[in-house]
């Protein structure tokens, strides 16, 4: 069994003085002799001898700095922390590879799981996010209101792969939706008919919107005020499956 590490309780030279330490290592070379970077680490000439072939040791500053850059995200790992997204890093690095986890920013009880490689896209933007899966314990809530009638392709505003519960106000009268914008995989969403005592929701089966929005049931399905149904996106079966 391979023994337990020990741990950092703080960076190494977290407390050094400004005048003892390079924080952080600058990404590219500089002009100071002997300095270090991260695209080169340090240069050659800190690798002679500095008496006899004119070379130039090391610096220390460069040393604390390297060792409290690498400690630090030691600590903050092993404080549970996340990672959030970073345009820096997508710029320098050509994006996130798939299975990546990211923190999210706006909810930090939610983390995003990329299913693509040299993914760009930043998971908390509903507008570029269909290339992350959200997983955690917060809940993406919406409420949309239907007119009376028929409506196709649902999309309402701030819906996107943190979407898990919908609440469809059927205020207006009875509503028959035929579909809801495809998600990934695997979502899973709670929708409600709700504000609408003596209206009913229709979801039609298999017709009207575009065929990835689609439900998949046997038949049309009616449901009355405040009857929850369940939603699950395959994309094998290219639908939504209701499960009520």
Known sequence: MVPSPSIFLKAFANAAAGANITFPIPPDPTVTPGAASLELGFPPITMVDPVSQAGIPPFGQDFNGIFKQITAYLVWLQSG?????SQDFVDENGGYMEGAVLQSATDKTRFWISTADD??????????????IPVGSGQG??????????????????????????????????????GLKAGYNGQRIVATPVNGPGNLLTLAALTGSDPANQFRVPADMIFPNNNSIQLQYSTGVGCWIVMP
């Open 119 to 132: 993914n760009e896209t930043d998971p908390d933007d509903p507008g570029t996010a269909e290339d992350w």
């Open 81 to 85: 922390g996340g990672f959030f997204f």
């Open 141 to 178: 809530y919406l409420t949309v209101a239907v007119p009376a009638g028929t409506s196709h392709d649902l999309d309402p505003a701030g819906y996107g792969p943190s979407t898990d519960v919908i609440d469809i106000d059927i205020s207006a009268g009875n509503a028959t939706v035929t």
